[in-house]
């Protein structure tokens, strides 16, 4: 007989049986509950809990406690898994550009899990921006500068300044690189090696005239070299530079008139570095800030209170309010005003893609420098000169974190739509956007639906 018979192997389940197997069934469950729960306890313990701080530390909210912040850093040294690049001098070709990367480095020596690296641009107009940023960032700074011609030689002169005379030029020592790149066509009046030596060389402070005396002359604005030649700002070239100068795994790619909140670093590292928000570093994503405006004369909210009490006061608008609302409106923005914390956390307030009521979104974010690059191609006169990174962004479907502890204000002095208009380089630059990026992007990276430049 080559059949076999199931009862053969299998007794039938009797009534004894059947309970036996409820009563483990109970039990899996209550110890799976258990442990859920002891879970979530775990992490909202983790989360929660804020070591003490000490007036040692100067209003900083990093755990004061060494064996807790050590603890930190070995956690972000884990997870992040990152390399510190050197910061060495280097004299390179960047396009159509030269590039004196690392012109200045900063004297404090990081590892690139620890802190964060606010990268920024310019030229040696906005020098005036350095030492406010640095007193609410207090972390390193990478600026690159636009100094074609003779403006390498005024751009040299006030980082000198900056340096040695300045009241808080031990704060600017410690943490600024500064980053000079000129085109081609426009080579400075003297070989690299001068301005490197006069870097070696101290100012005389006692003869030195105020850092910005420099740029007038009888009350009148001394023309610099970019304008006497009417050049355009290659802004993005400034953002590529400072960003992959960046010795830290976090970067916060921003402009210079923008000043974050205070204690913005702790707060973020200790979130990432939290068991909650480990997903977010296992796909594409970013963190960002709400930006806002100031009036002329108002002074900078120091923390979100009062930031929301200027706003309410009509003293602070959203980023842009007047010219581009929907470009800086961050989604939840009625919910993250209703968030207000009083113990030093940060969390995430919401996730959203760039798409629907956000698909002309121009935010400004935490992210790494594995993100797109910024096409250096637009010009800041065009406008819209972050719309294709964003663009991309969307393709390759990044998360938009926004942060609900953190926010970016812009120096005092709201800005027109009068004064930001630029009619003709705006439709040139867009149309470029259009009819060439576009397609060069459609080709490199596909279609998704819902995404738009």
């Known amino acids: 007989m080559t059949g076999f018979s199931s009862s053969a192997n299998y007794k039938p389940l009797h009534t004894d049986d059947v309970a036996m197997v409820a009563r483990r069934t109970t039990v899996l469950r209550t110890v799976l509950l258990f442990v859920i729960v002891f879970f979530v306890l775990f992490c909202l313990m983790g989360y929660y809990y804020q070591p003490r701080t000490s007036a040692d530390h100067a209003g900083s909210h990093y755990p004061t406690d060494e064996a807790s912040y050590e603890a930190l850093l070995r956690r972000l040294k884990t997870i992040l898994n990152c390399n510190t690049q050197p910061n060495d001098f280097q004299l390179e070709t960047h396009g159509g550009y030269y590039l004196l990367r690392n012109f200045v480095s900063a004297q404090q020596p990081v590892e690139c899990y620890e802190t964060i690296t606010y990268t920024t641009h310019g030229d040696y107009t906005f020098l005036d921006n350095v030492v406010p940023l640095l007193e609410r960032w207090r972390a390193p700074l990478s600026v690159a500068l636009y100094a074609p011609g003779y403006d390498l030689d005024r751009s040299v002169e006030m980082i000198r300044h900056l340096l040695d005379c300045h009241e808080r030029r031990q704060l600017v020592r410690q943490y600024v690189s500064f980053h000079l790149y000129f085109g081609v066509e426009h080579l400075p009046e003297r070989p690299i090696r001068h301005y490197r030596e006069l870097m070696s060389v101290p100012l005389d402070c ?248």
């Not at 007038?216 to 355009?232: P, Q, T």
């Not at 976090?250 to 913005?264: G, M, T």
């Not at 979104?361 to 990174?389: C, F, H, N």
């Not at 502890?405 to 867009?430: D, S, Y």
């Open 206 to 453: 006692t003869n030195a005239t105020n850092l910005w005396d420099t740029l007038y002359d009888a009350g009148v604005v001394v023309e610099s070299f970019r304008a006497g030649k009417n050049l355009s700002y290659p802004v993005n070239v400034g953002r590529n530079v400072a960003r992959s100068s960046a010795q830290t795994h976090f970067v916060l790619a921003s402009d210079i008139e923008l000043y974050p909140n205070p204690d913005f670093i702790p707060m973020f590292l200790r979130m990432i570095a939290h068991p909650f928000y480990q997903y977010t570093l296992h796909s594409p994503g970013v963190y960002v800030l709400p930006v806002f405006e100031v009036a002329e004369g108002r002074s900078m909210p120091e923390d979100k209170a009062h930031l929301l009490d200027a706003l309410q006061r009509g003293e602070a608008i959203k980023f842009h309010e007047k010219i581009c609302s929907n470009c800086h409106t961050v989604p939840g923005y009625a919910e993250w005003l209703g968030v207000l914390k009083y113990d030093f956390t940060m969390d995430i307030q919401t996730s959203s893609k760039r798409t629907g009521a956000y698909v002309s979104w121009e935010p400004i974010y935490v992210g790494t420098k594995r993100e797109p690059e910024y096409d250096e191609r637009l010009s800041w006169e065009g406008k819209a000169d972050k719309m294709t990174q964003g663009y991309i962004m969307c393709i390759l479907g990044y998360d938009f974190h926004v942060l609900d502890n953190g926010f970016l204000v812009h120096r005092p002095g709201i800005k027109t739509i009068a004064e930001a208009n630029r009619p003709p380089q705006q439709a040139k630059q867009r149309s470029f956007i259009r009819r060439t990026i576009a397609n060069e992007i459609h080709a490199l990276y596909g279609h998704r639906e819902g995404c738009k430049v």
